[in-house]
């Protein structure tokens, strides 16, 4: 099964990322909840940035034929977040990385744990990956408890984009699924 463009999780329909969701992206980059979380200084993140990123990541997907994933709520369809694998070279290593980010309005749910969990899974059994890589800011305690949820473990301090971050890994032969 290759990665797919469309996924599921019991609670979710997840598509792949592309332009028709800037204003999503955008929602949630001007979120300062999710902003202190995600940017240097905390700071919401400027339209044309969102509108770059999301150039990036259409094009990461032509490229390695993977990538993130919007997600809505099965029921009634809200915009909740966006997550998936990307790849990237973390302290000198290139790997696939997970990411996900919730709406500020839908913490405490569960949510960002089912997409980590479908962003996993699909690397595992998709692009058949041995092991993922995932890193917070520190003071991201939310984040940490995701990680460590799917299977994550801490490995080291890092520095990613100019921000001291901890590095997480999970390897396909730690990886449970849940029931």
């Not at 969701?21 to 980059?29: A, S, V």
């Not at 979120?31 to 770059?52: K, S």
């Not at 009634?76 to 000198?92: C, K, N, P, S």
């Amino acid at each position: 099964m290759p990665y797919p463009e469309e996924v599921e999780t019991p609670r979710l329909r997840g598509e792949r990322i592309d332009s028709r969701h800037f204003d999503e992206i955008c929602q949630l980059h001007r979120d300062p909840l999710v902003a202190a979380l995600l940017t240097a200084g905390g700071r919401p993140v400027a339209d044309q940035v969102t509108r770059e990123g999301l150039e990036r990541h259409t094009g990461h997907w032509e490229r390695h034929g993977y990538g993130f994933w919007v997600f809505r709520a099965k029921d009634g369809g809200q915009f909740i977040g966006r997550g998936g694998l990307g790849h990237y070279e973390v302290a000198g290593e290139e790997m696939a990385g997970l990411s996900y980010a919730v709406v500020s309005g839908e913490w405490g749910r569960g949510y960002a744990t089912e997409i980590a969990r479908v962003g996993v899974e699909a690397g595992f059994e998709g692009l058949g990956l041995e092991w993922i890589g995932s890193w917070t800011l520190e003071k991201n305690e939310a984040s940490k408890r995701v990680m460590e949820k799917v299977g994550f473990r801490y490995e080291r301090a890092i520095e990613f984009a100019e921000l001291p971050h901890l590095f997480f890994r999970l390897r396909k032969a730690w990886y449970k699924r849940p029931l």
